[in-house]
């Protein structure tokens, strides 16, 4: 696949943006992996950046070893240490990746993406929940059930779909139609319905028991059918819905290895 040519202002950014993730001798290196001409007699490392791809775009007319690059520097190894740096240069280079159509997630890789065609369209993409939850690589199942909560960063709403979505997949492996605390109860009692793990030594038990817990304390700050206090009224904040989607995906990534070991 031939992929389109940035504008000069957008390399610009790009290089600036990615001069900041390497040293001077890793950049001499990655330039030369990728077969990008490096200017080394320029005095800073994003003006040898921009420079290279100036030069590579304009010989071939794509932005193709410019890709590349760009999945050389942001090598998800090289973050292992700092996650939370690394989720925000993946948004600001996936902003300006947009406008040509494309974006770079947590896996390091490069997808194919809607373009944006304003500045908006590009700041939006790169703060919307879906995406920063995309890029913490969270389960599948949280996209099911609150996406259009996600797209419109609606923290309260995408929070309580989620754990709605949760105890519906409950439901469904344990075969059972109740619904808050009295199914946690039911699934994962003392004689549980579904087990996470081989449920024989007491630390398994235990770590049964606190997964219990945990869905119970999900499901008391979440799925009380009986407050009916509007969404105002509950101050979550970005951070807040990040972190409880966290933990209603890990719910479901331990669900996805659960056995059915009594029937109802």
């Given at each position: 696949?031939?992929?389109?040519?940035?504008?000069?202002?957008?390399?610009?950014?790009?290089?600036?943006?990615?001069?900041?993730?390497?040293?001077?001798?890793?950049?001499?290196l990655m330039l030369e992996q990728v077969s990008l001409i490096d200017q080394i007699e320029l005095s800073t490392k994003?003006?040898?950046?921009?420079?290279?791809?100036?030069?590579?775009?304009?010989?071939?007319?794509?932005?193709?070893?410019?890709?590349?690059?760009?999945?050389?520097?942001?090598?998800?190894?090289?973050?292992?240490?700092?996650?939370?740096?690394y989720h925000d240069v993946l948004n600001n280079v996936s902003a300006i990746l947009s406008f040509v159509g494309f974006?770079?997630?947590?896996?390091?890789?490069?997808?194919?993406?809607?373009?944006?065609?304003?500045?908006?369209?590009?700041?939006?993409?790169?703060?919307?929940?879906?995406?920063?939850?995309?890029?913490?690589?969270?389960?599948?199942?949280?996209?099911?059930?609150?996406?259009?909560?996600?797209?419109t960063n609606n923290y309260f709403h995408s929070v309580f779909e989620a754990n709605k979505g949760l105890f519906q997949?409950?439901?469904?492996?344990?075969?059972?139609?109740?619904?808050?605390?009295?199914?946690?109860?039911?699934?994962?009692?003392?004689?549980?319905?579904?087990?996470?793990?081989?449920?024989?030594?007491?630390?398994?038990?235990?770590?049964?028991?606190?997964?219990?817990?945990?869905?119970?304390?999900?499901?008391?700050?979440?799925?009380?059918?009986?407050?009916?206090?509007?969404?105002?009224?509950?101050?979550?904040?970005?951070?807040?819905?990040?972190?409880?989607?966290?933990?209603?995906?890990?719910?479901?990534?331990?669900?996805?290895?659960?056995?059915?070991?009594?029937?109802?």
């Open positions: 696949m031939i992929a389109p040519c940035f504008s000069r202002g957008q390399l610009e950014q790009l290089a600036k943006l990615l001069g900041e993730e390497v040293t001077g001798s890793q950049l001499s994003w003006r040898r950046i921009y420079k290279a791809f100036v030069i590579y775009q304009n010989n071939k007319n794509c932005s193709n070893q410019i890709m590349n690059f760009i999945k050389l520097v942001l090598e998800p190894a090289s973050y292992v240490a700092n996650s939370s740096h974006e770079i997630r947590e896996d390091g890789r490069i997808y194919e993406c809607l373009r944006s065609k304003t500045v908006t369209d590009a700041e939006q993409r790169a703060k919307t929940l879906k995406k920063q939850l995309e890029h913490r690589g969270s389960h599948k199942e949280i996209f099911k059930y609150c996406l259009p909560e996600l797209l997949r409950i439901r469904d492996l344990s075969g059972l139609t109740t619904d808050g605390v009295a199914l946690i109860e039911q699934v994962f009692s003392t004689t549980p319905i579904l087990i996470i793990n081989n449920y024989t030594s007491k630390s398994e038990k235990d770590e049964h028991k606190g997964f219990c817990n945990l869905l119970k304390g999900l499901c008391g700050m979440f799925r009380n059918t009986e407050a009916h206090e509007p969404k105002y009224s509950w101050n979550i904040t970005e951070q807040d819905a990040l972190e409880i989607l966290g933990l209603v995906s890990y719910c479901h990534r331990r669900l996805d290895n659960a056995q059915q070991i009594r029937m109802v």
